[in-house]
Structures are given as structure tokens and as C-alpha cells.
T-cell receptor, first 110, second 115 residues
């Protein structure tokens, strides 16, 4: 069965303190790994899609990387506005379904 | 604002009742997806419709049904409600639903509370 595990469940950082969020997956025939950001009371918002091991994508203070077993979301010098829940999801084969992890709640203190 | 509209934002009802959640996708998007989010299960895929036809089904209960209308809006019907159905229900849309790199645009969700 496809599994997506995110760790840690929650992370508290000081403003400017860089860190990484982990997403481990067990999927045969991976066709894409997605990162979404979810703010309280809102729906998930798309951040990145990664397709193959070694691929990296960046957006402002965020950088996503992918290996054959996991993905990392690196946050460099975070700001309080980066506080949110970060969700990882995988898509396999021709299936349109996304399988999500339970998310990592990030809190950045000023 | 994602462009996906969900109504109502909050719904409080009793066990055994039936409710309908509504979703209007972004202009031009042909696919609509329904997801259920709870604290213990996270985001769970329910069903995907493309241009009025069912494209994929997840672990959707038989008490739940959905449809997509000719104007592309979608409705999720939940019947014989149980306490465990209390959750946040999200609708998402995408342009086609067939491309592997296609990102989903989520609405703000409907918070369902079954008392």
C-alpha cells in the first residue's frame, strides 16, 4: 500500500533559524511528488512538483529536493509568515489521486 | 484566492441526516476532486470528476455520492450521517486532470459537524 510519512509532526523555529522538513514515501511507479502549504482555515496551496531523483526546485526561502525514497523541504532563514502546515503528496501511474502525508506544522517565532 | 468556491463554509447537523456540499471550480477547469480532512487521517481522496464523468474513486463510503453538472459545478452528498463523518471537506479543481504535473487548486473547505 502506498505510504507517505512526514516528520517531524511539528517544528518550532526561531526567525532566521534554517531547517528541513522530511517526507518519506513508499510508492511504486511514482509520477510526481507534490508539496503544498496550508494555512489555518484555508485549503492547501500548491508549492512544488518534483518528478525524478536529484531534482530540486526553489521558491523564495523554500527549496524542495527529491531522492528515491524521500523528499526534503528546506527552509532558509524563515520568517513568521512561513508558519503553516506543509503537506507532501504523491501521485502514481496514470491515477489522478494524490496520497497525502499528515503534514508538518511549522511555527516560526519572531 | 484560489478561484474555487465552496459552500457552505460551516454545516452543523445531526446523526442520520443528509447534507449537500457544493463546489464551483476555477473558470476553465474541467476536473473537480473531493477530499476529506480529519485530524487523525489527514487529507483523504474521495472522488474525481472530469467534465461530468467519474474519473477515479478513493475510499468513499457508499453513503456518500457526488456528481458534476453540465456547468461543471459539483456536489457531494453525504447521507445517514455519523459522528465520524465530522471533518473538513475540500474541493479542488484542475485544468484537465490527466497530466501528471497538473497542480490542484483547493477551495477553503466546508467544515461539517455531526452532533
Amino acid at each position: 500500500e502506498d505510504q507517505v510519512t512526514q516528520s517531524p509532526e511539528a517544528l518550532r523555529l526561531q526567525e532566521g533559524e534554517s531547517s528541513s522538513l522530511n517526507c518519506s514515501y513508499t510508492v511504486s511507479g511514482l509520477r510526481g511528488l507534490f508539496w503544498y502549504r496550508q494555512d489555518p482555515g484555508k485549503g492547501p496551496e500548491f508549492l512544488f512538483t518534483l518528478y525524478s531523483a536529484g531534482e530540486e526546485k526553489e521558491k523564495e526561502r523554500l527549496k524542495a529536493t527529491l531522492t528515491k525514497k524521500e523528499s526534503f523541504l528546506h527552509i532558509t532563514a524563515p520568517k513568521p509568515e512561513d508558519s503553516a502546515t506543509y503537506l507532501c503528496a504523491v501521485r502514481k501511474g496514470a491515477n489522478s489521486k494524490l496520497t497525502f502525508g499528515k503534514g508538518i506544522t511549522l511555527s516560526v517565532r519572531p | 484566492d484560489s478561484g474555487v468556491t465552496q459552500t457552505p463554509k460551516h454545516l452543523i447537523t445531526a446523526t442520520g441526516q443528509r447534507v449537500t456540499l457544493r463546489c464551483s471550480p476555477r473558470s476553465g477547469d474541467l476536473s473537480v476532486y473531493w477530499y476529506q480532512q480529519s485530524l487523525d487521517q489527514g487529507l483523504q481522496f474521495l472522488i474525481h470528476y472530469y467534465n461530468g464523468e467519474e474519473r477515479a474513486k478513493g475510499n468513499i463510503l457508499e453513503r456518500f455520492s457526488a456528481q458534476q453538472f453540465p456547468d461543471l459545478h459539483s456536489e457531494l452528498n453525504l447521507s445517514s450521517l455519523e459522528l465520524g463523518d465530522s471533518a473538513l471537506y475540500f474541493c479542488a479543481s484542475s485544468v484537465t486532470g490527466g497530466a501528471t504535473n497538473e497542480k490542484l487548486f483547493f477551495g477553503s473547505g466546508t467544515q461539517l459537524s455531526v452532533l
